[in-house]
């Protein structure tokens, strides 16, 4: 039997060709976006009271690192105080930045920050050029430690290790912590980094663990952070975002702060309490 090779394959042709017609493009036009203030202050016991005060981007703004850069991110000329037990420290506006990892600010006070347990701080900022003001309240919490990291080599072998951390929960109250979890330096991208809860625990112990996949010598950072509902909610909110921000279907997620005031502001102020325990993987 003879076949017409062309009677099979003119369809397929003429709907390619169709096909190749159905693209059009749209020009899509968005609304013009308005820049908000974006504070980040986290209190550190025993540290200068420092904060970092910029500008929001739209989505397709061009952001570059070029010599304008700070200059067009950061939001100078603000009066920024925090008050607690009856006193109030001005942040001044100077730039200053911790090395390890790298943390930079643009408003740093003289004073440190006390570690009294319940100590209520309250921020205040107010923009220049009439600009609106910023305010919010943060309570410092109990420090939580690290009891224990604990490694385990494979049962079936001694080339690969895992690295288990305990930590005691008080069961008396809901806490959220925040788990990070480095190798080999500080300022490494973290191999965790996400927020949690003892709302569903059982047992006063909460551990945190890691796959079988670190070797002998390697250095392993486990920083764990006591943080707050608001800090909780601001970092579940900015991870959803993101992920909203790589889906074209996602629903726009909102950021979650904790900072609020006429100058329509974004960000988070609280206090920060973490242990951190350096472990290098030994057999």
């Known amino acids: 039997m003879k076949i017409n090779i062309l009677k ?3 369809p397929f042709a003429v709907l390619t060709m169709i096909a190749c017609n159905l693209s059009k493009e749209v020009e899509i036009e968005l609304p013009e976006y308005d820049s908000q203030p974006v504070v980040e202050c986290y209190l550190e016991p025993g540290k200068p009271f420092r904060l ?3 500008r929001s ?3 397709f703004d061009p952001f570059g690192l070029d010599s304008s850069f700070f200059e067009k991110t950061l939001l100078q000329g603000a009066t920024v105080t925090v008050s607690y037990d ?3 420290d001005t942040l001044y506006n100077n730039f200053s930045f911790e090395p390890s990892p790298l943390k930079v600010y643009n408003y740093t006070g003289l004073n440190t920050v006390p570690a009294t347990v319940g100590t209520v701080f309250t921020l205040n900022i ?6 609106g003001n910023i305010t919010s309240m943060a309570t410092m919490l109990p420090f939580v430690p690290i009891d224990s990291n604990i490694v385990e080599f494979y049962p079936d072998g001694d080339s690969i290790a895992r690295i288990l951390t305990y930590v005691t929960d008080d069961t008396s109250e809901t806490n959220y912590y925040r788990r990070l979890l480095n190798y080999y330096s500080l300022d490494s991208v973290p191999e965790q980094d996400f927020a949690a809860t003892d709302r ?4 006063p112990t909460l551990a945190f663990g890691t796959g079988y996949e670190l070797g002998e010598g390697d250095t392993v950072y486990n920083t764990i952070c006591h943080i707050s509902a608001d800090y909780y909610n601001y970092l579940e909110s900015v991870q959803l975002a993101i992920v909203g921000n790589l889906n074209p279907f996602a629903q726009p ?10 100058a329509n502001p974004l960000g988070i102020f609280t206090c920060l ?5 350096t472990t290098v993987i030994m057999k």
């Open 57 to 59: 981007y739209a989505f």
């Open 86 to 88: 009856g006193q109030t």
């Open 200 to 203: 569903f625990l059982t047992t």
């Open 126 to 131: 107010t923009l220049p050029d009439n600009a």
């Open 273 to 277: 309490l973490y242990d951190r325990d």
């Open 52 to 54: 970092l005060l910029t």
């Open 253 to 262: 997620s909102p950021i979650k702060s904790n900072v609020s005031g006429t």
């Open 8 to 10: 099979l394959v003119f």
